[in-house]
């Protein structure tokens, strides 16, 4: 064959393996294409995994040399933020204008104690049920930031918080049942926020005990049953009402009640045990605070003592008493004091002679002590506006955001809130002045969402014309 003729030739089959060439070379270019979506979408699916925290090698580690180390990386990625521990409201009732009354059986000191305590004059006699409808009053909280901010400011208004303290009859055994006007005293506690429970532990011939002989942890025991009694009788007829509502009528909306009913009636009915030991969720909260059951109240016992075993500190049944909460009421406060030594004190006219008086028997009065732990016990904290024109204590519930403790000064500064100016007790202290707090730093614009603190000196700034555009809606 010429060379002419192996040229034609070679042309002729590399015409006819040309389209053959083009083929391969598209399909190739496909298979790097989808090499590459692939790639992208396993690298991608890695990423969503880092983000979901798994600590575990990915298969796209097998892809590619860098593909170990972010894996690695992820591993160590810190985890997630933990979610916030649920905010559960307070038992009780919503407000500021509680109250706190005195519990006990009858002829223990309590219209004694109440009227040291208040400065009232309650009568106090040597028979049982001498009180019938409860006797009020209230209190000044005593405060020494109080007493500074007024010291400083000097004003013109003074205005401390309060605490609103109620004289209720003494209950006796069978008082649940309706023993001795069980029912109607039993109601004034139910009337009531907190209970200052009293016992007595003195002896004296002169003055009677309703069950022949003193003997505290009893009578402790006798109001703490009653007080349970009277719930779980309040408990069954409710939940007998709810029982037939849903499992007869089918009422779902009522059926999440009914199971807090029935929680409760396992602490209170089986367990034998006060409502307040337990832990309640949010909604349980809120259908115990719809029945304001009795043992669901915070409780301060009280032992009245004898003048002189509370000038000495001793006495036999101290032990005897906190052996006795430490079981039935852990973590309760227990204030000893003598309704005898505060009454003598009381008679003194001078503060001069009354501390005096202190100094001489080397004790003092602990009625202080006493209406700060009841103040704390509903809950309720304070904060202040001070100023030459006056210097006041707002009374708020503990949580309180700033919109709604402006809104105890006036309605119009809740609804026309922007900031409250707030300093810290301390810090005012400490800085001597407003103006220095201010240089310090100490001076704080907060926002709708802070929570005010015990003791804060507060001074609001709202839209004045906030209240007048809703009174103009209605």
């Not at 049982?128 to 006797?135: A, G, R, S």
């Not at 009522?254 to 030991?277: A, C, G, M, N, Q």
């Not at 009374?395 to 500064?413: L, S």
Request: aromatic content about 10%.
């Amino acid at each position: 064959m010429s060379v002419n003729q192996h040229r034609r030739k070679r042309q002729i089959v590399n015409a006819v393996q040309w389209p053959f060439h083009v083929c391969f070379f598209l399909r190739l270019r496909a298979i790097f294409a989808i090499a590459r979506v692939i790639f992208v979408r396993l690298k991608t699916k890695q990423l969503e995994h880092a983000e979901l925290s798994i600590a575990r090698p990915l298969p796209f580690a097998r892809f590619t040399p860098r593909g170990t180390a972010f894996a690695a990386a992820c591993r160590k990625m810190p985890p997630k933020k933990l979610a916030e521990p649920e905010i559960k409201p307070l038992i009780g009732r919503i407000g500021t204008n509680l109250r706190i009354g005195i519990v006990g059986v009858p002829n223990v000191g309590k219209s004694t104690f109440f009227n040291v305590l208040t400065k009232s004059a309650a009568p106090a006699e040597n028979f049982p049920f001498c009180t019938i409808d409860p006797n009020e009053s209230r209190v000044p909280v005593p405060d020494a930031r109080f007493d500074y901010l007024c010291e400083h400011h000097k004003p013109a208004s003074k205005v401390p918080a309060y605490l609103n303290v109620v004289d209720i009859a003494g209950l006796v055994k069978g008082a649940a049942e309706g023993q001795g006007l069980g029912n109607a005293f039993l109601s004034h506690i139910s009337a009531c926020d907190a209970i200052f429970h009293l016992c007595r532990a003195f002896e004296d011939t002169d003055v009677t005990h309703v069950e022949g002989e003193v003997d505290p942890v009893r009578d402790l025991s006798i109001i703490s049953e009653e007080l349970r009694l009277k719930d779980e009788e309040k408990l069954m007829i409710n939940l007998d009402k709810l029982e037939k509502l849903v499992t007869r009528g089918g009422d779902k909306k009522s059926k999440p009640e009914y199971e807090t009913l029935l929680k409760i009636k396992e602490v209170l009915v089986d367990e034998k045990k006060h409502i307040r030991f337990a832990d309640w969720s949010a909604h349980d909260i809120e259908v115990l605070n719809k029945y304001l059951f009795l043992t669901s109240k915070p409780c301060i016992y009280l032992v009245n003592l004898s003048d002189k075993d509370f000038i000495r500190k001793k006495n036999k049944w101290l032990p005897k008493i906190k052996e006795w909460i430490d079981k039935n009421d852990p973590g309760a406060p227990i204030i000893p004091f003598s309704g005898a030594f505060e009454h003598q004190l009381a008679e003194l006219e001078t503060d001069a002679d009354r501390k005096a008086y202190e100094e001489e028997h080397k004790c003092v009065s602990v009625l202080d002590k006493i209406i700060t732990t009841g103040y704390k016990a509903l809950q309720l904290e304070y904060f202040f506006t001070a100023g030459p024109d006056e210097v006041k204590a707002w009374t708020i519930q503990k949580g309180t955001k700033a919109p709604q403790a402006a809104g105890r000064i006036h309605t119009d500064f809740e609804k026309g809130f922007i900031m409250a100016e707030v300093m810290h007790f301390n810090d005012f202290k400490e800085e001597g002045t407003e103006a220095a707090a201010k240089a310090a730093g100490k001076y704080r614009q907060q926002g709708r969402n802070y929570v005010v603190e015990d003791g804060d000196i507060i001074f609001f700034k709202f839209n004045a014309g906030a209240g007048l555009k809703d009174a103009k809606k209605k």
